[in-house]
């Protein structure tokens, strides 16, 4: 790997498990803002980047790699040390599981263009987008709860964090900023203060810019 760039929001939670993962390993990325409040990820600069238009994405020398969980598996083939996938096969298949209830089946339904598309094209008032948002995380967690309960320790997955705890921290941040209750997922709730107590992982935490876009 050459100096690293990640094109980032501050509040995007696919961006932010990429932070996590870097932090993990001690390791730096000029991070470079892409405001989505003001549309800049549907700009030709971001696009020829990202065809998807969504940020994140690692540039590394020539290589421009977008979906979060494919730039970890990167981050983490690069940086074994420390590891934030278990060693054997069965352990691995179990994070990588994990991680995809919120990377494949949460986070997208609650992604910004998916709530605007709700809005502007469906109709859709602002409690009918949170009744949308709350039954997706909702369902999500739930799952994960379980998941917690029959492979976690003091992370989602026994006692080391991994993948999946990069996708779960900031999926609660949402889940709070969209008002959503969390009694129900104790579990999830220890691990996100097992993360939190990381030295390393204030620095990915989003941090709002002195003039927020
Ligand atoms: N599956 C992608 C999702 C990326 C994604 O949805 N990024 C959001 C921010 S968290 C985004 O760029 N949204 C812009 C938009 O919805 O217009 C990944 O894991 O990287």
């Known amino acids: 790997m050459g100096a690293l760039v990640l094109h980032d929001y501050w509040r995007s939670s696919a961006a932010w498990r990429v932070r ?10 000029t991070r470079l803002p892409v405001s989505l409040l003001a549309g800049d990820q ?6 020829a980047r990202n065809p998807q238009g969504l940020v994140p994405v690692l540039e590394d020398g020539p290589l421009l790699l977008s979906q979060s969980l494919a730039i970890i598996e990167y981050i983490e083939e690069s940086f074994p040390e420390p590891p934030l996938l278990p060693a054997d096969a069965a352990g691995r298949a ?13 986070h997208p339904l609650g992604n910004l263009r998916v ?19 709350h039954h997706w995380m909702a369902d999500g967690l739930s799952a994960l709860e379980e998941f917690a309960a029959r492979h976690g320790g003091q992370f989602l997955f026994g006692d080391r964090i991994s993948i999946a705890d990069l996708c779960l921290v ?18 999830l709730l ?20 002195l003039n927020p876009t």
Do not use: C
């Open 115 to 133: 709530q605007r598309w709700l809005r502007d094209r469906m109709g859709q008032d602002d409690d009918a987008v949170t009744l949308w948002l």
């Open 170 to 187: 900031p999926q609660l941040y949402n889940a709070r900023r969209f008002g959503l209750q969390l009694d129900d997922y104790p579990r």
């Open 20 to 29: 996590l993962a870097l932090a993990a390993k001690g390791q730096e990325a």
């Open 94 to 106: 179990l994070v990588r599981s994990a991680a995809l209830v919120i990377a494949a089946d949460v």
């Open 190 to 209: 220890a691990v996100d203060m097992a993360v939190a107590a990381l030295p390393w992982s204030a620095a990915a935490r989003p941090q709002e810019p």
């Open 42 to 47: 549907r700009s030709p600069a971001h696009l």
